[in-house]
């Protein structure tokens, strides 16, 4: 397979351009430009951050996007789908009280938020997806389905699951309804949290297989009957039904990987990840600790493959801060030969390249690239 194309500049500015114009010449040197996106409803998938979380990407990055995108007549929006754990973004209303308490909102970003999955997080669209080994039928959120052009701006960070979130991860977990992270994260079904269930009988409604019935006030699941499509995780509003979270960090690579390719497919693409405050965890954590590694800088790319591999590479070759998560694995690990792998090291379990391979192998794209600095 050719190479694909990867662009990439660094975090240095001068008094003639600073780091928010260097974003704007950089993806139109990676080609942005060459979509058509006049009229077209544009998405811009974005983390928005966990309130207490102060490693997520600011606002101002997301500006400079849906500025380019609308002066090329688009008509653009910031999208994230609710999350599965229990937190300040699992419903619309608390996701866009988080988006707005961590700046983002019309007048800072210069475009409306969409939560993608809607108010529970069951406003969803099932695709199909013939290339999956796992998936059969992906549940994305449907505002995500209905957007014309999907572009991802994305924080590359470490994660305690996956080995690092980029723009795999941004675009197949961060779009799945809550419903398909269930699916991504869990191997079997939802269960009840018997101490927090009020009896209330929202999720006995909602389940259209008759899974659950309430006994002594208190709801169960039958597993017999219950097909996982984790409705009731939405609309139980005391978070008493929870996922199993117990599928292997290489299958969970896989799905998201599947599901990646259930959003992309078909439709015009473009993905931007900046390489900065590299967390060891995840921007769902309502914290963070220090950086891993110094900043490296802004990445664009047509495939998401190929710029998932570029990050990696180099905040791979990039030295371990003092003091900070990397750098306490390291001096446990006595010189092992993974020392290379900064993810590897920060997280053994994971295996971040589990779902770059299994993306090349579905047809996303390709880990080969040529990077081109701008």
Request: a negative charge.
């Amino acid at each position: 397979m050719e190479k694909s194309k990867v662009y990439f500049t660094n975090m240095r500015a001068t008094s003639k351009m600073n780091l928010l114009q260097k974003l704007e010449r950089l993806v139109k040197k990676a080609g942005i430009e060459q979509i058509d996106f006049t009229g077209k409803f544009s998405a811009i998938k974005i983390h928005f951050g966990e309130p207490g979380n102060l490693a997520y990407l600011r606002p101002n990055y997301s500006k400079v996007i849906a500025d380019v995108i609308k002066s090329l007549g688009g008509r653009v929006f910031l999208t994230d789908c609710n999350t599965l754990y229990v937190g300040r973004r699992k419903d619309a209303l608390e996701h866009l009280d988080a988006a707005y308490e961590n700046g983002y909102n019309p007048f800072t970003t210069g475009c409306q938020i969409i939560i993608g999955d809607g108010l529970k997080g069951t406003d969803e669209s099932y695709v199909p997806v013939p290339v999956g080994e796992y998936v059969k039928e992906a549940k994305i959120g449907r505002a995500v389905m209905d957007a014309d052009i999907i572009i991802s701006l994305s924080h590359f960070k470490g994660h305690e699951l996956t080995g690092f979130g980029g723009a795999l991860k941004n675009i197949g977990m961060g779009c799945g309804s809550r419903a398909g992270k269930m699916e991504m994260h869990s191997d079997g079904k939802p269960n009840v949290r018997t101490k927090s269930c009020v009896g209330c009988g929202a999720c006995v409604k909602i389940c259209a297989h008759s899974a659950i019935s309430l006994i002594d006030k208190k709801a169960q699941i039958d597993h017999a009957k219950c097909v996982g499509c984790g409705r009731c995780i939405g609309v139980c509003h005391f978070d008493a039904i929870g996922a199993a979270w117990d599928e292997s960090n290489d299958v969970l690579n896989k799905k998201m990987a599947e599901y990646t390719w259930a959003v992309l497919n078909g439709r015009p693409h473009f993905h931007i990840s900046l390489v900065i405050d590299v967390s060891p965890f995840c921007d769902c954590h309502a914290e963070n600790d220090v950086a891993i590694i110094p900043d490296i800088g802004m990445f664009a790319s047509f495939d998401p493959v190929a710029l998932d591999m570029a990050c990696a590479d180099k905040a791979n070759a990039a030295p371990a801060i003092a003091d900070s998560y990397l750098a306490e694995q390291l001096k446990n690990k006595n010189g092992s030969s993974n020392d290379h792998d900064h993810f590897q090291t920060a997280h053994p379990e994971t295996n971040w390249m589990s779902c770059l391979d299994h993306a090349e192998k579905i047809g996303i794209g390709t880990k080969q690239y040529e990077l081109i600095e701008v």
